[in-house]
């Protein structure tokens, strides 16, 4: 979040793709919210874009 808050969109993305992609591994119990703070974060990028 550290990323997110510098405004590196991108490397927050990275991040978080890589903790969601490790809580798929282990079947860990954040995976949906961790899912969905990634989600959030690409659509902020998103909306950066336009």
Same mark, same amino acid.
């Given at each position: 979040?550290?990323?997110?808050?510098?405004?590196n /969109? $991108? =490397?927050?993305?990275?991040?978080?793709? @890589?903790?969601? *992609? /490790? $809580? =798929?591994?282990?079947?860990?119990?954040? @995976?949906?919210? *961790?899912?969905?703070?990634?989600?959030?974060?690409?659509?902020?990028?998103a909306?950066?874009g336009?």
């Amino acid at each position: 979040m550290t990323h997110r808050a510098e405004g590196n /969109l $991108d =490397r927050a993305i990275g991040e978080l793709e @890589l903790v969601v *992609d /490790l $809580d =798929r591994q282990v079947d860990h119990p954040d @995976l949906a919210s *961790d899912t969905a703070v990634l989600e959030q974060v690409r659509q902020e990028r998103a909306e950066l874009g336009k």
